[in-house]
């Protein structure tokens, strides 16, 4: 039977490279979209076909708490050209913590790091934020949603 109520957004895990990575608050950029070229033919003025030409796929965005520098240390590479390129899987979980949807980010690495503001007035934690450029984003097929 078809699931009818939606995921909560909040229960997901992060891995780059198989190695579960903690803390993640946010994940963004988690899309793709099929661009199309429309034609009309000659004779035919009631419509205009259209033809698939690009997929793409935007950067995928992972926000956390700034702890560890593993993501800074792996920017650092690139700025330095070591581009390592590595796998992303983000899983979404149910509220029984099965996984439920997954996908995988391909020869991903990061193209921008940056850091929030501080403010000593705020008592916010200081998070860092990398963003990722990739080969695309396929889905993996998992428990309930499979």
Not at 100 to 114: E, I, M, N, R, Y
Request: hydrophobic share 40%.
């Amino acid at each position: 039977m078809a699931r009818s109520d939606p995921y909560s957004g909040f229960r997901f895990l992060v891995e780059i490279d198989g190695l579960l990575q903690g803390g993640f608050s946010k994940v963004r950029g988690l899309n793709r979209e099929t661009k199309v070229e429309s034609f009309r033919e000659g004779g035919v003025n009631d419509f205009e076909r259209k033809l698939v030409t690009l997929t793409t796929y935007p950067a995928l965005v992972l926000d956390r708490g700034l702890a560890d520098q593993s993501l800074w240390d792996w920017h650092q590479d690139v700025v330095e050209g070591n581009i390592k390129r590595r796998t992303v899987t983000i899983t979404l979980r149910d509220a029984r913590g099965r996984d439920v949807w997954g996908w995988t980010a391909h020869s991903a690495f990061p193209v921008k790091w940056s850091v929030s503001d501080f403010d000593a007035a705020s008592g916010q934690v200081a998070t860092e934020s990398v963003e990722f450029a990739h080969h695309g984003i396929l889905r993996r097929s998992l428990g309930a949603a499979a």
